[in-house]
């Protein structure tokens, strides 16, 4: 179940607004809203058990706009149909004394409805005030003072030098990791799109980054990945931004041949066909021009993807990271560059452990 109370004693946030307890003190959290208005963005965690589906949702308010009586009289079949149905099919198996939490759009009548018969069984049942209008607010708000409560370190570095397998590495050795990347669901840049699954809405975004932050422990610096002010199409939090932009950092490098390799394996869709590759890169003509474009769609058309990969890193993405990285972050100097020998999983666990070990000696050493 999902915790909305941070990990340390006193929480960073104030959940209590939103329901008389934690979230994840709740068995179930009930998103009572239609299946579209739940896929926009929802409570993370909560089971979208819809008193109405799209389908019924559209028909009742076009009624409505006629007939309000004959509205509600076919809401009310609608809804006790799917009532008894979600019974059934799941809340059937909760214990007597499981405690729910029920949500709508503003906290009216489809959360009145699943609170009513919940309670009819004998369930204790909390409804959140002002439904997700309320909810959605309070994730605004807390993203505005949440982030800069953290100490963050910021890893740079060209494309594929390691940074986001190095920050999976360290959340598996126990740190605290933001991962934008995962939750925005792209890799940035234009050929960024992650094959089969899209990027969620910018409302989810901002839900699952809170989710992630208030479970942090503000006495313990937390690792991010450097980026800029969006990933995809999406928008990072401007106070996290510019959190992001006062942090210490770490710029990394690693051999041009193990970045390739990484680029085959994080790349195996645009490796297979290196022209749809180049084709997605069109739009980057006015910064390289005709001729650079041309040699890269020569080399796809040749399936040499290895040189292409290669030159793309060397003569557009490097030097447009290094700008980027230099303007938001800083030049590395040699007090926080981290040259990586190898990008393999053994070598990039014996380099977060060596990290977190040096972090843990300047921490007791302030």
């Given at each position: 179940m999902t ?9 960073p946030?104030?959940?209590l ?7 994840d003190q ?5 998103d009572?809203?239609s ?7 929802h ?8 008193v ?8 009742v ?5 006629t ?9 009310a079949?609608?809804s ?12 059937a198996r909760?214990?007597?004394?499981d405690?729910f939490?029920?949500?709508c759009?503003?906290?009216g ?10 309670r ?8 959140v005030p ?11 708000e ?5 982030p ?21 590495e360290?959340?598996?050795q126990g740190?605290q ?6 939750l ?12 089969g699954?899209?990027q969620p ?5 901002d ?15 937390v690792w ?5 002010k ?9 106070t996290l931004t ?8 770490v710029?990394?490098?690693?051999p041009?041949?193990?970045?390739v390799?990484?680029?085959h ?8 066909d290196?022209?749809?590759m180049v ?8 910064l390289v021009?005709g001729e650079?474009l041309?040699s ?9 993807t ?8 060397t ?6 990271y290094?700008?980027s990285?230099?303007?938001e972050?800083?030049?590395g ?7 990586l ?15 977190i070990a ?6 007791s050493?302030a």
């Amino acid at each position: 179940m999902t915790d909305m109370s941070s990990v340390n004693e006193t929480p960073p946030i104030d959940t209590l607004s939103l329901a008389p307890l934690p979230f994840d003190q709740y068995a179930l959290i009930i998103d009572a809203r239609s299946p579209h208005e739940y896929a926009e963005d929802h409570v993370p965690g909560a089971v979208n058990l819809p008193v109405v589906d799209d389908a019924e949702f559209a028909e009742v308010g076009i009624q409505h706009k006629t007939d309000p009586h004959a509205a509600y009289l076919i809401g009310a079949q609608h809804s006790f149909r799917n009532l008894a149905k979600h019974t059934g099919d799941l809340i059937a198996r909760y214990k007597p004394d499981d405690r729910f939490l029920v949500y709508c759009f503003r906290g009216g009548k489809r959360s009145a409805l699943w609170a009513a018969n919940l309670r009819l069984i004998g369930f204790t049942v909390d409804v959140v005030p002002g439904g997700w209008k309320h909810y959605r607010n309070w994730v605004r708000e807390t993203l505005t003072t949440l982030p800069p409560a953290f100490e963050y370190i910021v890893l740079c570095g060209p494309t594929n030098c390691g940074k986001t397998r190095l920050l999976q590495e360290l959340a598996r050795q126990g740190e605290q990791v933001l991962d934008l990347e995962g939750l925005a669901v792209h890799k940035g840049s234009l050929l960024g799109d992650v094959p089969g699954q899209p990027q969620p809405t910018q409302k989810t975004f901002d839900s699952r980054v809170l989710d992630v932050l208030r479970r942090f422990d503000a006495a313990r610096p937390v690792w991010v990945e450097a980026e800029s002010k969006k990933v995809g199409r999406l928008l990072v939090p401007e106070t996290l931004t510019a959190a992001m932009r006062r942090a210490a950092t770490v710029h990394l490098s690693a051999p041009m041949a193990e970045r390739v390799r990484l680029c085959h394996e994080d790349y195996a869709h645009f490796a297979a066909d290196p022209l749809s590759m180049v084709a997605r890169l069109a739009p980057l003509k006015p910064l390289v021009g005709g001729e650079e474009l041309a040699s890269w769609q020569a080399l796809a058309a040749e399936g040499r993807t290895s040189e292409l990969f290669e030159r793309l890193m060397t003569h557009h993405y490097d030097p447009a990271y290094s700008r980027s990285t230099t303007r938001e972050f800083g030049p590395g100097d040699g007090g926080n560059q981290l040259a990586l020998a190898s990008l393999q999983p053994d070598a990039l666990a014996a380099t977060a452990r060596t990290m977190i070990a040096s972090r843990a000696v300047r921490s007791s050493a302030a």
